[in-house]
């Protein structure tokens, strides 16, 4: 398994604004992703974020909205660009530390008001 | 049609009960098959994970994959108050190294 942590755990953010999101994983891994947790909804993939490449985004996200950065094989950054409260949600990142599976981090509860 | 459909319930069970939880799916390219428990204002815990079909047991949880009625799913045996959670069942084609496919998850409480 691995240890992933996320920052910051909760945001409450004005419209119109922008936040970053962090997430460090304990071990280098090939795949870490972002996924969001709507109320109600399944958990949707955003990204996969490629290390020293662009992410790729599932149908339904761009990379305007959702920038996303990987400068390494254990640190990535998920940016919510011009948040409306539509954008209201948990944000969660995952890694790929095996090639069974994806271990989640605790996640970041955003508000946008 | 949902790739992965899953009972979003809530369950409520007295504690020592046995528990089922099922998820469908409609991809008949999935071959991963994971569990996971989150607990309130946490993030998703992986549960248990199979390859393909057939049973795998760990503990009092028993994971099941049907291939041919595309159907999982996970047993709780002596539920316990702290079992009480949100699973989510979620799959792929090709492990963790892809987007994975999740139900919409199973709100359960055991009741002491």
């Known amino acids: 398994s691995a240890v992933i942590s996320q920052k910051p755990s909760r945001d409450i953010c004005q419209r119109g604004t922008s936040l970053t999101i962090q997430c460090q994983v304990d071990s280098q891994v090939t795949m870490m992703f972002w996924y969001r947790q709507q109320p109600g909804q399944s958990l949707t993939l955003i990204a996969t974020a490629n290390q020293g490449s662009e992410a790729t985004y599932e149908s339904g996200f761009v990379i305007d909205k959702f920038p996303i950065s990987r400068p390494n094989l254990t640190f990535s950054t998920l940016t919510v660009s011009n948040m409306s409260p539509e954008d209201s949600s948990i944000y969660l990142c995952?890694?790929?530390?095996?090639?069974?599976?994806?271990?989640f981090g605790p996640g970041t509860r955003l508000t946008v008001l | 049609q949902k790739e992965v459909e899953q009972d979003p319930g809530p369950l409520s069970v007295p504690e020592g009960a046995i528990v089922s939880l099922n998820c469908t799916y409609s991809?008949?390219?999935?071959?991963?098959f994971m569990w996971y428990r989150q607990y309130s204002r946490k993030g998703p815990e992986l549960l248990m994970y199979?390859?393909?079909?057939g049973n795998k047991e760990d503990g009092r949880f028993t994971a099941q994959v049907d291939k041919s009625s595309k159907y999982i799913s996970l047993f709780i045996r002596d539920s316990q108050p702290s079992d009480s959670a949100t699973y989510l069942c979620?799959?792929?084609?090709?492990?963790?190294?892809?987007?994975?496919?999740f139900g919409k998850g199973m709100k359960l409480t055991v009741n002491p």
């Open positions: 199979t390859y393909s079909s």
């Open positions: 979620a799959m792929s084609a090709e492990g963790g190294s892809e987007k994975l496919v």
């Open positions: 991809n008949s390219a999935f071959q991963y």
């Open positions: 995952s890694a790929a530390v095996s090639t069974d599976t994806q271990y």
